[in-house]
């Protein structure tokens, strides 16, 4: 038995039934569909047999259309069809749904929709907390743009990701293309933290950033200064609690290479110098380190940038 689709698609005026591969009739206006999909402007602009010579399932005096779709990918994609003011546009926040609407935009040629399913997965949200999804989506419906956004996005995470729903949707070839980017991404990065000419070329000299430099040019401070020359600066040894950020941040920016990555770990410096309660570094560390994370976190993003271009390997037709 079927059943009848909620409003708008109830209208007691409607001029078609579409019915749901789960058997939910929507009583839809010809004329919405017809604008909104060529498809649909010929499939009821086709001449109507004469009465009797059809098997043209009626209803109500209505055509009834058996559709392939389920009625919640319908529904979404009807509220598209329909002018504003009678259905709002559905949220596509939900991943699971963008791609069967996806699919229905293209076989119906709904442009519009196909851009609005693009604008959903470039959702800066979605794509924070998700980046791997988009991609495995955006990879599986060729959509270029939106594949190498995707990627990029993964670089916040760890190269190997955790299972996602959406593994199937691409190849294995797909993935190892994406885990090499990641890890290409990760070797470009790498020279930021091992050759420090970016920095000394930023600060010219030693007078524009003592704060880097401890004890040396600070009697109260009480951090201590390294030892090795690993991160010195001109020749001088950096406060110790500089040196141990640099170390761990270049190993966490092999597994995630990423402006977001300096940002993170910069504010966990922070915290842990103000909680030293040194003299020189505590009420300072905030400004010098937040001006410090923006400039790494713009290198590192742009280290990675000319790395993108080599990702996308499924062409689409
Ligand atoms: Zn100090």
Redesign the pocket.
Known sequence: MATCASAPFDHAQADVILRSADGVEFRVFKLFLSLASPLFETLFGLPQAPDGATDQEMKDGLAVIAMSEDSKTLDSFLRFCYPSTLAEDPSLENLEDILSILAAARKYSLDLIERKVCQALANPKVLETEPIRCFAIAQNARLKHETITAARHTLRHPLVPAQFPEIGLITASELLALLTYHKNCGIAVQPLTKDLKWLTDHYVNQNACRWLL?PYYNGT???GQVTDNKFSLWGIQT?TWWATYMQELSELLMDRPSGDTVRTATDKTIQKVRS?N?G??SSSVKANMTEFSDLLALKVDEAVAPVCTLLYIRERF
Request: proline share 0%.
């Open positions: 401890g401070c009480s951090c406060v030293k040194c020189a570094c």
